[in-house]
């Protein structure tokens, strides 16, 4: 008896727990803490669908409490026969007219906002080509990572997204090999990566609730892609308009990989341009790589999407990658020695770029001359 109350008292407190902790999420990962415009619409319609369902549900658990306690035996007697409502047209028309109703008000701004967010005419010019005043990134979905070009400006890197806030950051999203979902939970909803064709949609970042978030934001895979779909991460780094503007001078100023500067970080230097060199590159050109772009490895975040950023993570992610990323490409690729990857792994932790080394007002340049030329002709 005792063991069965203790186990009907167990199982109440997990279930208040699983009710508590499903409300909980952070500002960089919480769809239920829209960060932008998309997300926000999108929470929107969620409330709404709920208010819509709790009224619902709040007329009919009404309505079966009176009838269930004014119609009770002992208060109508044994004799009594309720009356028959069928072929009550009123009635009919009213249970039939009410549900279309709800469904109306649900669907008018679910429509509304889904003609809204789909459209990114804006992206492209008269001419079908990119348009050079507005942001567009091209992602690519590999597994298990992520490339990011930026068109305009000629710049790759992986794994962590650069945006600008309170404008629309527009998005060409394809798959490499496998179908991909790209999925930035605090801006908006996903949308899949296909390998046969591109997707487009945009999203908003606020400024405000970038800063309640520390400027970064957690993106996620949100399509099964194989055994390491779970730990196909990103990060995305939401920056004011002239902070943004400055990291993409500062990137497509690299023209030429980082000199290494320690004798340990020379060697790995070396390594690297004989055994990585075929798959991975070290400047902001180039998009489709067969591995990320390491451009600015040494600034990011982390590594492999998940690891904390230091060297010792990143020698035993260099030396054995299918232990922390099952079926990953780069597993059984190359072969180095232990002192040969601390080398290589000093080399990486310098790759980094130099804050205000880039020249803002040629962000532009290409598009200002384009549009110089067609004028002159």
């Given at each position: 008896?005792?063991?069965?109350?203790?186990?009907?008292?167990?199982?109440?407190l997990?279930?208040?727990?699983?009710?508590?902790?499903?409300?909980?999420?952070?500002?960089?990962?919480?769809?239920?803490?829209?960060a932008?415009?998309?997300?926000?619409?999108?929470?929107?319609?969620?409330?709404?669908?709920?208010?819509?369902?709790?009224?619902?549900?709040?007329?009919v658990?009404?309505?079966?409490?009176?009838?269930?306690?004014?119609?009770?035996?002992s208060?109508?007697?044994?004799?009594?026969?309720?009356?028959?409502?069928?072929?009550n047209?009123?009635?009919e028309?009213?249970?039939?007219?009410?549900?279309?109703?709800?469904?109306?008000?649900?669907?008018?701004?679910?429509?509304y906002?889904?003609?809204?967010?789909?459209?990114?005419?804006?992206?492209?010019?008269?001419?079908?080509?990119?348009?050079?005043?507005?942001?567009?990134?091209?992602?690519?979905?590999?597994?298990?990572?992520?490339?990011?070009?930026?068109?305009?400006?000629?710049?790759?890197?992986?794994?962590?997204?650069?945006?600008?806030?309170?404008?629309?950051?527009?998005?060409?999203?394809?798959?490499?090999?496998?179908?991909?979902?790209?999925?930035?939970?605090?801006?908006?909803?996903?949308?899949?990566?296909?390998?046969?064709?591109?997707?487009?949609?945009?999203?908003?970042?606020?400024?405000?609730?970038?800063?309640?978030?520390?400027r970064?934001?957690?993106?996620?895979?949100?399509?099964?892609?194989?055994?390491?779909?779970?730990?196909?991460?990103f990060?995305?780094?939401?920056?004011?308009?002239?902070?943004?503007?400055?990291?993409?001078?500062?990137?497509?100023?690299?023209?030429?990989?980082?000199?290494?500067?320690?004798?340990?970080?020379?060697?790995?230097?070396?390594?690297?341009?004989?055994s990585?060199m075929?798959c991975?590159?070290a400047?902001?050109?180039?998009?489709?790589?067969?591995?990320?772009?390491?451009?600015?490895?040494?600034?990011?975040?982390?590594?492999?999407?998940?690891?904390?950023h230091?060297?010792?993570?990143?020698?035993?992610?260099?030396?054995?990658?299918?232990?922390?990323?099952?079926?990953?490409?780069?597993?059984g690729?190359?072969e180095?020695?232990?002192?040969?990857?601390?080398?290589?792994?000093?080399?990486?932790?310098?790759?980094k770029?130099?804050?205000?080394?880039?020249?803002?007002?040629?962000?532009?340049?290409p598009a200002?001359?384009?549009?110089?030329?067609?004028?002159?002709n």
């Open positions: 008896m005792n063991l069965s109350f203790l186990k009907g008292k167990a199982l109440l997990v279930s208040a727990l699983t009710l508590f902790l499903a409300g909980c999420g952070t500002n960089e990962l919480s769809t239920l803490r829209p932008g415009e998309v997300g926000r619409e999108q929470f929107n319609l969620m409330i709404l669908s709920i208010i819509i369902m709790l009224l619902v549900i709040a007329v658990v009404v309505l079966f409490t009176i009838a269930v306690t004014k119609s009770r035996r208060k109508k007697g044994e004799d009594f026969e309720p009356k028959e409502v069928a072929g047209h009123t009635l028309v009213i249970w039939t007219s009410i549900p279309i109703l709800l469904l109306i008000v649900l669907a008018i701004p679910t429509v906002f889904v003609f809204k967010q789909a459209d990114t005419e804006a992206m492209t010019d008269a001419d079908g080509n990119v348009n050079a005043e507005e942001t567009v990134i091209n992602v690519r979905a590999y597994q298990y990572w992520w490339e990011f070009e930026y068109p305009n400006e000629e710049v790759v890197t992986a794994q962590e997204l650069v945006v600008p806030t309170d404008q629309k950051v527009y998005f060409n999203l394809q798959g490499a090999d496998v179908k991909h979902s790209f999925w930035v939970p605090a801006a908006g909803g996903k949308m899949d990566t296909n390998i046969d064709g591109i997707n487009s949609f945009y999203l908003v970042f606020d400024d405000d609730k970038a800063q309640d978030a520390d970064l934001f957690y993106g996620k895979c949100a399509e099964l892609c194989g055994p390491s779909h779970a730990l196909m991460d990060k995305v780094k939401a920056l004011p308009e002239e902070e943004y503007d400055q990291w993409l001078a500062d990137m497509k100023a690299v023209e030429e990989p980082v000199q290494a500067s320690s004798e340990d970080a020379q060697r790995g230097e070396e390594i690297f341009n004989n990585c075929g991975h590159a400047t902001p050109t180039s998009p489709g790589a067969m591995g990320p772009n390491l451009t600015n490895f040494g600034d990011r975040e982390l590594i492999a999407g998940y690891l904390e230091d060297q010792e993570n990143l020698e035993a992610w260099i030396k054995d990658p299918e232990s922390f990323k099952p079926d990953n490409k780069m597993a690729t190359y180095l020695t232990d002192e040969e990857i601390e080398a290589v792994a000093s080399y990486l932790m310098e790759l770029v130099e804050e205000g080394s880039g020249d803002v007002s040629q962000l532009r340049e200002a001359d384009e549009e110089s030329e067609e004028g002159g």
